[in-house]
């Protein structure tokens, strides 16, 4: 239960950060020429945990693919050249993310429901 406990923390911290990449998806630059929101990646790592092995989101980076660019010279992030650099977000992308990730959540709540009811179970035939 343990592992799947951690699993559902992380999966809920992957939840978060695809949240915010969507959210962004057509944020630009405050300034002529600047950068737009950078897509953000969850990096999970194995933990070790009372002698078992479970799941911690270590970190999240930048996906540092290219920015999409658009030309619109009326835009005020636009540049000299009238290019407006996009987010590198794929909001079809992120949302397949999020789908994978509310379905691993969900199998790790079952895993939970399960084994609660083993062990009642358990706890039941001991009783007997």
Do not use: C
Not at 58 to 80: C, G, I, L, N, W
Not at 97 to 123: G, H
């Amino acid at each position: 239960m343990a592992v799947a406990a951690s699993a559902l923390k992380a999966q809920q911290s992957r939840m978060r950060v695809i949240a915010e990449n969507i959210a962004n998806a057509q944020s630009t630059a405050d300034a002529p020429g600047g950068q737009p929101y950078r897509r953000q990646v969850p990096v999970f790592q194995a933990r070790e945990m009372d002698g078992m092995t479970g799941v911690t989101l270590a970190q999240v980076r930048p996906d540092q693919s290219e920015f999409k660019k658009d030309y619109d010279p009326t835009h005020p992030a636009a540049d000299a050249q009238g290019y407006v650099l996009r987010p590198n977000v794929d909001t079809l992308v992120e949302a397949m993310d999020m789908r994978e990730a509310q379905r691993a959540y969900e199998a790790n709540l079952n895993v939970i429901e399960t084994a609660r009811t083993m062990e009642s179970r358990t706890l039941d035939l001991i009783k007997r």
